[in-house]
């Protein structure tokens, strides 16, 4: 069983930027890819971006250019950059890590981008 833990989110302008965090313990052994993902009120849980294993990258259209996904091995964590901050880019961000026969989230940070 991995646990995941969120950090990092709150209240920010619009053009700003935040980092979020997501730690898993105990480790990510058998953990293949690692993702954030985000639901906003009213809406499904739609994914933001993935890093697997290999450092490979991907990203939804509309944070392109904007966010950056990357993982600390050594501290089993994953991280996601965020930067020029829209109010489209409101929503709750859950952590996510795939395994073979394995799914696990974390409990969701709030964003909330507003003037």
């Known amino acids: 069983q991995v646990q995941l833990v969120e950090s990092g989110g709150g209240l920010v302008q619009p053009g700003g930027s935040l980092r979020l965090s997501c730690a898993a313990s105990p480790s990510t052994f058998g953990i293949n890819v690692m993702g954030w993902y985000r639901q906003a009120p009213g809406k499904q849980r739609d994914v933001v971006a993935t890093?697997?294993?290999?450092?490979?990258?991907n990203y939804a259209d509309s944070v392109k250019g904007r966010f950056t996904i990357s993982r600390d091995n050594a501290k089993n964590t994953v991280f996601l950059q965020m930067n020029s901050l829209k109010p489209e880019d409101t929503a709750v961000y859950y952590c996510?890590?795939?395994?073979?026969?394995?799914?696990?989230w974390g409990q969701g940070t709030q964003v909330t981008v507003s003037s």
């Open positions: 890093i697997n294993s290999g450092a490979s990258t």
């Open positions: 996510n890590a795939r395994g073979f026969m394995a799914n696990y």
